[in-house]
């Protein structure tokens, strides 16, 4: 089982690997209110203001807090339906609501985000802010028999399937940030949401390592534009197979 003093040094090597400008996000649903640590930010109770939960990641990702999301800090529908903080309503999409997947309602009171480098919980699932090169890095470090294991969603609300489906199916999700994120949260053009269940952040952190140690990471990307340019074995071996010139 992993421990919270492994899940922070994932944390830490995920940033270097990855070379992330902001730290990923480590996410817990909460059951009762003695789940939340000491030091938490409670929105409403502590500052007297309501936040949208993109809002509340950035502020685990940016400036790092911890951050404790009930149902009476949220100013945006999208996460108090996905979370079962209120019934679901019963035609979501007529009224611009999130029609997919939520949790049970009542099962959870709220949610904890941390910097995953310092969070005090083991998280439920992990969500890292990454650019279009960084995201490609993790996907093709990814084991074959897992990449059918991930998921995309284009549209609102990010904040419901990058952390809902993760947990309910153990899957990887990719979420383009949606409207909220870019106007509220400040998340910057390029920027992608890649969720990673808790349960699997050891082997997505190992399999960075290994793709970092055969100099395929993001460290060892060196972008060029030439003819000619030098050739990875594999390029050789089937350009050879298959008469053609190669280097």
């Known amino acids: 089982m992993t421990t919270v003093k492994e899940f922070n040094k994932f944390g830490e090597e995920l940033e270097g690997l990855l070379g992330l400008q902001t730290s990923p996000v480590a996410v817990k649903m909460l059951e009762k209110e003695e789940d939340i640590p000491e030091g938490a930010i409670r929105p409403k109770k502590d500052r007297g203001y309501h936040l ?94 897992d990449r059918s294991l991930v998921k995309s969603n284009f549209f609102p609300f990010s904040c419901s399937n990058s952390v809902v489906p993760v947990m309910l199916n153990s899957e990887y999700w990719i979420n383009l940030p949606d409207p909220g994120e870019y106007e509220r949260a400040l998340t910057t053009a390029g920027e992608m949401m890649f969720s990673v269940p808790g349960e699997k952040l050891a082997e997505v952190t190992e399999n960075l390592r290994q793709f970092d140690k055969n100099e395929s990471g993001f460290a060892h990307g060196q972008m060029m534009m030439r003819p000619d340019f030098p050739q990875p074995d594999l390029y050789k071996r089937v350009f050879e197979g298959w008469g053609m010139d190669h280097e």
């Open 52 to 145: 949208a939960q993109c809002q509340a990641f950035a502020l685990s990702r940016r400036d790092r807090a911890t951050v404790a999301m009930l149902k009476e800090d949220n100013w945006c529908p999208g996460a108090v339906i996905s979370y079962g903080l209120v019934p679901k309503p019963d035609n979501p999409s007529a009224s611009g609501q999130n029609p997919y997947v939520c949790f049970d309602y009542g099962k959870y009171i709220g949610i904890l985000t941390a910097p995953l480098r310092t969070a005090a919980f083991e998280p439920d699932a992990v969500i890292i802010y990454c650019d279009t090169n960084q995201l490609r890095i993790i996907l093709l470090s990814l084991k074959m028999e």
